[in-house]
């Protein structure tokens, strides 16, 4: 019996003593970062010259000018139908992609290509994808609602997809056992299971196409983006200023929906 | 039904998960009388996987299982969910949809008799709505019909079960465990409602069961099994200690 006192006992390795290739690892992680720095030529005059510019471009924002309301509108509605619009066609897509990716409840020859697809969906940035939909669609608001759908596609189907995956299957058998066929199946055991998620999903993918609806427009997909990039190059800074403030407005009012929908289906 | 014609005639069923390592060793078994019919045997011999086998939620790797008519065994698709419908099952841990109200885990054993189109928007039958309250009520659940499944305890849920098994109008009942989770007074309560459903509808209802005693107090007919075998079909009175020697081996636990 070893008792607490007894000297006598073999020294144990220490279980806590220095891992040399762990701290390896973040001195190569800290030098590289110093590294970095260096090579971007960043400096205190830099970001103190930087703050310079920063303070001139405030001045100039303020006070917003809203005396072009009409256009600032039109731009605004603009974006928030591309949102709706996307958001609709790109859940619904997702949800059925999203049942084909499971690898639960799909074999390997349905879901492998289709979690491929998805991943395709969310390879690209949607700003690459706006400008490649400008390309081969146009100017306009179609080559953004296109791109937010493939957007939307990425990243809730891969979510779906794994809410599925994550049921019980307990449910599932009970349902099967009862001769209901495959489409009863996912309507009365997948779906009761992964509805709220699905939601909560559904909601922050409207939440991020609306964001992302003011953007697709700077390379010309349409919606308030456009108006912002043409107010940048005239320089017209309090309307830029304006143009932001209703952003802000459209966020916070994409917030509220959202938050409106989980109360509603609580 | 005639009783030169089985409700269920199982032929030589073989299953293997693992290839050469089969859990199921050949069974027969013909079922031709209606009541309870126990099987008791020790975990891992393969009970579960016999009444899964019997609803094709596990695919048999040999052997025939005549229903209705038909082999099960070769029963694909539309066929197969024909079937099914008839086949209703009660499983250990509930198994009810959680989300879904009571009523509507019921009305889910009417699944097998309507499109999916029509399930979707709840258009379920007005007779089919009458009989899913009419067996609420034989259970004594008609008060919590709205509430979701999730809220009930373990014995109400055995009950929303059972009713959802009876609502698919089977031709035969299979329970897989059906009272392990439960104590021992709603064990029995379980298993007079699977007792009274079977003489109501006439039919046989085969229940794996672990209580050795519960099952002779129930059971018309117990089938013991051991290494994937039938090693004891008879009468429950007929079954001896030998026999349950046999069946799980050891002798400590014979009281």
């Not at chain 1, 939909?133 to 779906?160: H, P, Y």
């Amino acid at each position: 019996m070893a008792g607490v006192d007894s000297g006598t006992s073999a020294a144990r390795p220490n279980p806590f003593a220095r891992n040399w290739f762990v701290t390896g690892i973040w001195l190569l992680l800290a030098g590289y970062l110093v590294y970095s720095v260096n090579a971007l030529g960043l400096s205190w005059e830099r970001i103190s010259t930087g703050m310079g510019f920063a303070g001139n471009l405030l001045d100039k924002m303020f006070p917003p000018n809203f005396s072009r309301w009409e256009l600032l509108l039109g731009g605004l509605i603009e974006s928030l139908e591309i949102a709706v619009i996307a958001s609709f066609f790109g859940i619904l897509v997702s949800l059925f992609l999203g049942l084909f990716a499971a690898r639960n409840m799909m074999s390997g020859w349905v879901s492998s290509p289709v979690r491929a697809l998805i991943a395709l969906c969310r390879t690209f940035h949607p700003v690459i994808i706006a400008i490649l939909f400008v390309k081969s669609v146009g100017f306009g608001a179609l080559a953004g609602i296109l791109t937010l759908v493939v957007a939307s596609i990425g990243f809730i189907a891969k979510l779906f997809a794994e809410a599925i995956e994550e049921i019980s299957l307990k449910q599932v058998e009970a349902i099967r056992a009862t001769g209901a066929s495959f489409v009863s199946v996912v309507l009365f055991a997948v779906m009761p299971q992964v509805f709220s998620r699905f939601l909560g999903f559904a909601t922050y993918q409207l939440d991020s196409n609306l964001r992302n609806s003011t953007m697709v427009g700077i390379v010309g997909a349409g919606g308030l983006g456009g108006t912002l990039f043409s107010a940048f190059q005239r320089f017209d800074y309090d309307f830029v200023a304006a143009i932001l403030i209703v952003i802000i407005a459209l966020i916070m009012f994409g917030e509220f929906l959202s938050n409106l929908v989980r109360r509603i289906f609580k | 039904m005639s009783s030169a014609q089985a409700f269920l005639e199982i032929k030589g069923l073989q299953k293997e998960y693992v290839s050469g390592n089969p859990i199921l060793k050949g069974i027969d078994i013909t079922i031709t009388e209606p009541g309870i019919i126990a099987i008791i045997g020790p975990s891992g011999t393969g009970k579960s996987t016999l009444l899964r086998c019997i609803n094709r939620l596990i695919e048999p790797t040999a052997g025939q299982i005549i229903f209705e008519q038909a082999d099960l065994c070769d029963a694909r698709g539309g066929e197969l969910r024909k079937l099914r419908r008839h086949v209703g099952m009660v499983f250990q841990e509930y198994n009810l949809v959680e989300r879904l109200s009571v009523i509507e885990n019921v009305l889910t054993g009417r699944l097998g008799y309507m499109s999916a189109w029509r399930a979707w928007r709840r258009n379920f039958s007005q007779q089919d709505i009458n009989t899913a309250f009419e067996l609420l009520d034989a259970v004594g659940l008609s008060e919590h019909a709205t509430q979701r499944a999730d809220s009930l305890s373990g014995g109400q849920r055995q009950r929303v079960g059972i009713a959802r098994a009876v609502m698919q109008d089977p031709r035969i009942l299979l329970a897989d465990e059906p009272t392990s989770s439960l104590d021992p007074k709603t064990a029995v309560e379980i298993m007079e409602l699977l007792e009274r459903f079977a003489q109501e509808k006439n039919i046989p209802a085969l229940v794996n069961i672990h209580d050795v005693n519960l099952a002779r107090r129930f059971a018309k007919r117990m089938i013991g099994m051991a290494g994937g075998k039938v090693v004891y079909d008879g009468s429950p009175e007929g079954i001896s200690d030998e026999h349950l020697k046999l069946i799980y081996g050891g002798e400590s636990w014979l009281a």
